[in-house]
């Protein structure tokens, strides 16, 4: 089925979908696993996207919480990029995801001397390493390698630890100080039921497009490291679960049952959210007025759902300081100063707002 929809409407659509407005969820564990993964490299800014997602805003240290008693695990899975992913959601990330991972490393695997009997060799050492609760970092679990196992300085220890979560040995353990330490994924995550690859795929795409769209089968390629072919193959079996709408004469996926149109949202948007980051053209994002190549993708201040400005933040003892640069609005607009407000709500610290020169 193919319907109109105007370009305003599609934003709504995805800013209910993606739990940035409206969103009835006050655990952590739950908003990443309704949205199936959230990029996760930056970890206190990826943090921040999940209390952009909980009612009533949640705080810091809840979503921390999360992290460290393993009901949020961060791994790499998708792109070969750090992922937050729910405990219960880890198995099915990693059986659609981890071959096509594996295929992007493939360069890198060569480069570094890394053939397949040897990083097997490694997941089996270091999966013995941590049996029985036993967190470490990747320094500790360097410092008690074989000589020659890895080399001191350079990549090859960060690919074998990589090699190690996407063939389901390890995941994130709980953090020391600010340092992140590596677990068992058998003794972070519970069992979950097997599921067929064919099962697996459709479930995992349409999770996707229940949580982004409306979204492209690009925007699904991009995000997701999955080929075309794949999505096809995922669609075909999904059958009449997804619809189709133009609200730019391109055709976007939706799924029948998702989210109504809802109300809209300003918010100061964190590195790599998925508000950005689930898209590969996000010209939807972008005022009318602008370019949208010209406008900032990651700490961007988000305006009623279109991207209006850009904010960097200093840390302080009791307070944090954020620095905003507007496209047209000002500084002191009731929405700006509410979402500069919130942010320091999440973190427990009063806000001191001042208007800069962020670079963008």
Known sequence: MTAGLALADLRRLRLAHQLLVGSPLTDPAAV???LVAMQAQEYAMARWAIGL???????DDEVESACDDG???RVHALRPTWHFVAAQDIRLVLQVTAKRVHQANAFMYRSLDLDTRRMDRFAGFVGDLLAGGNHMTRNEI????PAGWAEEKGFQMAYLMMYAELEGVVVSGARRGNQNTYALLDERAAPTPARSDEE?????????????????????????GLTVTQVKKALSLLCDEVTTVEPDGRAYLLVEDAAPLAGT???LMPDYDEYGMAYKDRSALAHPDHGYRALPWNRAVVVDGVIAGAWQRTLRPDSVTVE????????DDPRVVAAAEEYARFLGRALDLRS???EW
Do not use: K, N, Q
């Open 32 to 34: 990443v696993s309704t």
């Open 53 to 59: 997602r909980l009612a009533g805003g949640g705080s």
């Open 71 to 73: 009901r949020i695990l």
């Open 142 to 145: 360097r410092a008690v390698l």
């Open 200 to 224: 697996a795929l459709a479930e995992f795409v349409v999770r996707y497009l229940r949580t982004r769209g409306p979204a492209t089968i690009p925007d699904l390629t991009t995000w997701s």
């Open 265 to 267: 949202r300003s918010f």
């Open 324 to 331: 905003i640069s507007m496209t047209d609005l000002e500084v």
């Open 356 to 358: 800069a020169t962020v």
